[in-house]
């Protein structure tokens, strides 16, 4: 593949386990349980594709898909001085996406295509979070499919922005915490088969202990499993 980039995610154990930051071309997943530090991972990736390519960034503006309501201004001006860099410029390089249901969401990530066309230099798209919508709207068995072909349908545009224009796509899903977690499959992630396949990285995020966090890379073709320790701070994400 040609020139593929990489996104530092704050943590250099993090980037050491994904093999250097999150990658353009490729989609990346997280998931794990309420306030395992899903929109805190999507809140600094907003800010460090930013950052010069040595400082671990892309030089370039992000979309941010929030369907959830968490995208937080402060949060964002917090990371950007913890970076050094301006905050009302880092604001302004991360355009929000709100998405009032599933369609709309599909449709702004449509239209993500226009803004690249127009000049922005966008690198980053964050989806967060990707299932809350699907999940609400389709309820039962006899909707499952119809689901997936909706989900399908937004993943293959998430996929065609990442390899036209060299973009990452970051994907943020929430899954019930499992007594058995780290030691069955954690790999019932919602969003079933579709997903499963779409996504290149899929990192498995967990609370530890003393607010730590541990990411897991789980079903990746070319890295081995492993874990990583991360904390999330108010200046963003640390080792
Ligand atoms: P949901 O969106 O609730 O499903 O979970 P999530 O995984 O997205 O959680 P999120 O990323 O919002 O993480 C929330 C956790 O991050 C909180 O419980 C805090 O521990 C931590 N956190 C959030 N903001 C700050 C902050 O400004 N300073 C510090 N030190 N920690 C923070």
Redesign the pocket.
Same mark, same amino acid.
Request: aromatic fraction near 4%; avoid cysteine; hydrophobic fraction near 15%.
């Given at each position: 593949r040609r020139d593929v980039g990489r996104i530092t995610t704050g943590s250099k154990n993090v980037d050491e386990l994904i093999g250097g930051g999150i990658e353009t071309q490729s989609i990346t997943e997280v998931f794990?349980?309420? @306030? #395992? @530090?899903? #929109?805190?991972? #999507?809140?600094e990736l907003a800010v460090t594709v930013q950052l010069p390519k040595e400082r671990g960034g892309l030089e370039g503006e992000c979309v941010f898909i929030d369907t959830?309501n968490?995208f937080?201004p402060e949060?964002i001006e917090?990371i950007a001085d913890a970076c050094g860099i301006d905050r009302e410029e880092a604001l302004q390089r991360i355009h929000i996406a709100r998405a009032f249901n599933s369609s709309h969401q599909i449709l702004m990530a449509e239209k993500i295509n226009e803004l690249i066309q127009s000049g922005v230099n966008v690198r980053l798209v964050i989806v967060? #979070?990707l299932m809350a919508h699907f999940r609400a709207e389709y309820v039962g068995r006899e909707s499952l499919a119809t689901r997936q072909q909706k989900l399908n349908q937004h993943l293959h545009a998430l996929q065609q922005i990442a390899n036209t224009y060299n973009v990452a796509v970051f994907l943020?899903n929430?899954v019930q915490a499992r007594p058995d977690a780290f030691f069955g499959s954690p790999t019932k992630a919602i969003g079933g088969h579709v997903l499963g396949h779409a996504s290149t990285y899929r990192i498995w995020?967990k609370k530890g202990l003393a @607010?730590k966090r541990i990411a897991r890379l789980v079903d990746s073709p070319h890295l081995p499993e492993g874990e990583a320790v991360f904390?999330?701070?108010?200046d963003g994400i640390v080792d």
């Open positions: 794990g349980e309420f @306030g #395992s @530090g899903k #929109s805190q991972i #999507s809140h959830e968490t937080r949060r917090q967060d #979070s943020t929430q995020l @607010g904390k999330v701070t108010t």
